[in-house]
C-alpha cells in the first residue's frame, strides 16, 4: 500500500469494485493482523488491488524478484516459482521458504522504503484458509499404483527415487493426497514394467480426472490393465468385429453360455467370485453397447463354435435362439464360416478389430492369448488384419443368410440332443 500510496479507504473501494464486499476498517485489521481467516476470495481481490503475486501476500519470498527477472508479470513470476519448486524437489531440496529451517519473513532491519511491508497475519492460517484440501482428489489410480509397485519388487524409498521426490512424496499420491504430474506418473510406471504407450496414457487420463464419466471406472483399481485397456477402446469404437473360432463373440452371448465357458474356462477350480464378476461385467457391456448404443456389429462365427454345446445342448440351444434374435437387429451382421474345403481359415484363430470414430485414432486389434490379450495397432500388422477379415467375409454365409444358417445349426444341435437321449435310454436297457 505505501508502494501505491493507498490508504485503507482506497484499498476497500479497489477491492468493492471486483465485486466484494470490504470496508475501510476491514483494511484496517488486515493491516494490524487482528483477521484470522480472510478467505480465499479476499486474498485473491487483495493480490490483484496491490498488483502483488498471490503466493507473495501468503508470506512466501519470490524467487523470481531478483534481476534479471523483476520486469516479469506476475503471472510469469509464478510460473517460475513453480518450476523451481519442482527443480528443488528434484534435489531432494526443501522448497523455497518452506520448511528450510530459515525464517523467510523480512524483519524490521530488513525492510527498505522500497520494499514491500512485512506480512500483516501468520502465513500459516492464511495457506490453511486457502488449502484445496478441503475439495481432495479423489484416490482414483493410488492403490493401483501401490499393487503395480509392490508387484514390481521395489520400497517406496526406491520408488521415490526414481521421481525425485521429497520423502513422503510416494505415500500422497498412492492415498489419493497428492495427483502425479504426467513426467512423474510416466517414470513411475516404467519403473514398474508398464511401458505400453497406451497403458500409460490411460493411467494419466484417469488420474487427470478426464475418465471419471466411464462407466468402468470403479473397476480400474483391480482388473487387469489389458481388460481395462480393452473396455475403454471397446466402448469408445463405432464398429466392432469379430472373427470366433471357437466360440460365440462375446457382445452376443446369452447369460447362461457366458457362465459355463466361464466356468470351462477355469475348470477345475472354482473361481466363483472371478467369474461372476466377469458375467456381471459383460452384462454391463451388453447393455450399453448392444441395446443403448446400438453400436455396429459384424461377426464372423466359425460353424464348429455354434455347434459345440460347451455347457450341454439346452445351453447351446438358448444360445443359437438369442443369436437368432439378434440377426434380426438392423446394426449386427452374423456370418457362419462353414467346414469344409474352400473356406478360408486364417492362421492363429479368433481376432476383433476395433474401428474409433477419431480419425487420429487408428483401428486395432485384439488377439486372445492365454494370461492377457494383445493389442495390435502398427499399421503393417493391420493391414494383414483387414485383409484376413475381408477374406473372412467372402468365405462366409452372407448377413441375409443368417437366420436360415442358425436355424439350421439349431436343428443339427437339438438333434444331437435326441440321438443323446436315445443312447442315453439304450445303455440302461
Known sequence: MRRRNLKDAQVAALVEQTGLTMTRQYVTQLRTGVPK???IARVKALAQVLDVPLWWLLGDPDPAEAAPFAALSNESRQALAAVLDLARRADRLAPVGRSSGVDSTPTADSVTADAPPSHPYPVEVVRQALSSSQDMPPNRIGARLRSLRKTAGLSVAEAELVIGGEPGMLDQIESGTLVPTTA????LLSSYGVTNPYYQTLFVSAAQGRLDNRWWLPYFQTLPLWVVAFMEMEDSSERISYYSSSEIPFLLQHPDYTRVLRLAAHHPDAATAQIELGTRLLRERQERLVERRKV????VIQESALLDAVGGTDVQLRQLDHLIALATQPHISIQVNLSGPDRYRPRGGSFTLLRRPDPDMPDVAWIPHLSEDLVISDSAHMAEYTMAWAR???????????????????????????RSEELTDVSNV
Not at 455396429?296 to 461377426?299: D, E, S
Not at 437366420?403 to 437339438?414: D, G, N, S, Y
Open 184 to 187: 512423474m506418473l510416466t517414470l
Open 37 to 39: 481467516d480472510p478467505g
Open 392 to 418: 473372412l467375409t467372402l468365405s462366409a454365409t452372407q448377413p441375409d443368410q443368417a437366420i436360415r444358417v442358425l436355424t439350421q445349426a439349431r436343428a443339427i444341435v437339438a438333434q444331437g440332443r435326441a
Open 296 to 299: 455396429r456389429i459384424w461377426a
